[in-house]
């Protein structure tokens, strides 16, 4: 079993800069690609970037492509993801998550098996 703890949310103003940390405990070394998800109220839960466990390839939302930058440091079993040029539609709950065994798509939730609590993002206008 995998436990995730996001942290680094926050609130900022619009065009400015966040970087979110997710540290993994379990069995870390099962997962296969490690994701970003977000969520704000009333809306369907929406991929926002994705990287292999090696590193060597990541995935963006096209929203997020050009701002957002994911990275992993496998000695640290942490994710992280940067968030430049934050715009007020970025405004969510930010969900780290692990896949563990490939099923579906990893742009697709359902492909994650384990989830983190989230990480409040708010971008003020």
């Known amino acids: 079993q995998v436990q995730l703890v996001e942290s680094g949310g926050g609130l900022v103003q619009t065009g400015g800069s966040l970087s979110l940390s997710c540290a993994a405990s379990g069995r870390t070394r099962s997962s296969y690609t490690m994701g970003w998800f977000r969520q704000a109220p009333g809306k369907e839960r929406e991929f926002v970037a994705a990287?292999?466990?090696?590193?060597?390839?990541?995935a963006y939302s096209d929203s997020g492509t050009g701002r957002f930058t994911i990275s992993r440091d496998n000695a640290k079993s942490t994710v992280y993801l940067q968030m430049n040029n934050l715009k007020p539609e970025d405004t969510a709950v930010y969900y780290c998550a692990a896949e563990i065994d490939r099923r579906y798509n990893l742009r697709e939730a359902r492909a994650y098996d384990y989830w983190g609590q989230g990480t409040q993002v708010t971008v003020s206008s």
């Open positions: 990287i292999s466990w090696s590193g060597g390839s990541t």
